[in-house]
């Protein structure tokens, strides 16, 4: 008698677990715009945000890549040999955009272009190592604007009102230890995340900036009119012709403002540092391609300098570099733990014979060390 109560005990546990389970993720109700919490985030002011591991990701043409950071090679996501990976009109399950993507150490989270046959919008985790897909977040609507933070995944989801051409947005905030969901509120309707970065939310509304803490509270203006707030520091440039001529940087703390660097082509902030590629005087000729002589702008180099105008120094010289680009959009795709990434561009031939410009190689630099890789890809094999 008592072990028949002791399995009916059993059974009853596991149908519980199971339901729960299979449950969808529920969405959680909107705070009050007085609701400021503690995000339990361990960052200082110069933080990352950003989690180490061993991949970094990006989607070209519909193709989306993973660069394995310790050997140095990448791969296709999707390992059907015959997928086309185009992004409009394809079965391809990974072809994505940028825009609809963002890694938490060796864990990709996206979302595909369109709905899926089904008629929803699938928000899901993919390992790189185990090559796991995983179910975040389902939507009747659109899933966009997706960032990430440390541990947490921020995104936007847009329903259809019963009005035409109307959508109610809404921001959640995805713990990807605890899968806790909860929604972010700045307490304007019309304001629309564009990046996070040291600990603070940017937001834009009506093409002004403003930004808040990780639970959307202390609503602050964000200047990005030739300067850009970085934790304690407030960098601030002047223009040339091609170029960012002079960069200052004023630690807010102290009040004291020094040049740290000159004419700046482009450049990543990542921690404490300013890393940055400078136009060469006398650039060389990197490639011929049909009788057109191609110059390398650049000349292969990272420079790096704190913040504070220290330690100012060339990272590395890497040849067969010829630098394309950080990432497209935000800043934040491609750096995994201490290591950034740069596109490398690249001319390579396809089936037909004709040299396509690809930014499918990618230079990924250790910060602290100064150690790289160049990952080369010839997406036409």
Sequence with gaps: ???????????????????????????????????????????????????????????FNGLLLKYHIPTGTASPVCQDPFCPHERFGSSCPFAISSRLM?????????????????????????????????????????????????????????????????????????????????????GHPFARMELIEVGRIVWVDDLKYYSTDLDG??????????????????????????????????????????????????????????????????????????????KDLYGGNIYVVDLDGTDSKRLCHVDGFVYGGPSPNRHNEFICGDWVGFISENYYQDKHGNHNLTSTDMLIVNVVTGEYRLIKYNPYE
């Design 102 to 186: 963002t890694s938490i150490g060796n864990v990709l989270y996206y979302n595909l272009d369109s709905s899926s046959s089904d008629g929803q919008h699938h928000l899901r985790s993919y390992d790189a190592d185990s090559m796991k897909v995983e179910e975040i977040y389902t939507s009747n609507g659109l899933l966009s604007r997706i960032f990430s933070y440390n541990y947490y995944l921020y995104f936007m989801e847009s329903l259809p009102t019963q009005v035409e051409g109307d959508f109610n947005v809404t921001y959640y905030r995805y713990n990807t230890r605890s899968s806790e969901l909860e929604v972010i509120d700045c």
């Design 217 to 294: 509270g202390d609503w602050r203006v964000y200047d990005q009119n030739y300067c850009r707030e970085w934790g304690k520091y407030k960098l601030r440039w002047t223009l040339g012709k091609w170029t960012y001529d002079k960069m200052y940087c004023k630690d807010l703390s102290t009040g004291e403002e020094v040049l740290i660097a000159e004419d700046v082509a482009d450049f990543y902030v990542y921690g404490d540092k300013l890393l940055y590629v400078k136009f060469v005087e006398n650039p060389q000729i990197w490639i011929t391609v049909d009788g057109d002589d191609h």
């Design 1 to 59: 008698m008592m072990k028949r109560k002791l399995l009916l005990t059993i059974l009853a546990l596991l149908c519980i677990l199971l339901g729960s389970c299979g449950q969808k993720q529920q969405r959680p109700e909107r705070p009050t715009h007085e609701r400021i919490t503690s995000s339990e985030l361990e960052y200082g002011e110069v933080e990352t945000g950003t989690v180490p591991g061993d991949y970094m990701f990006q989607a």
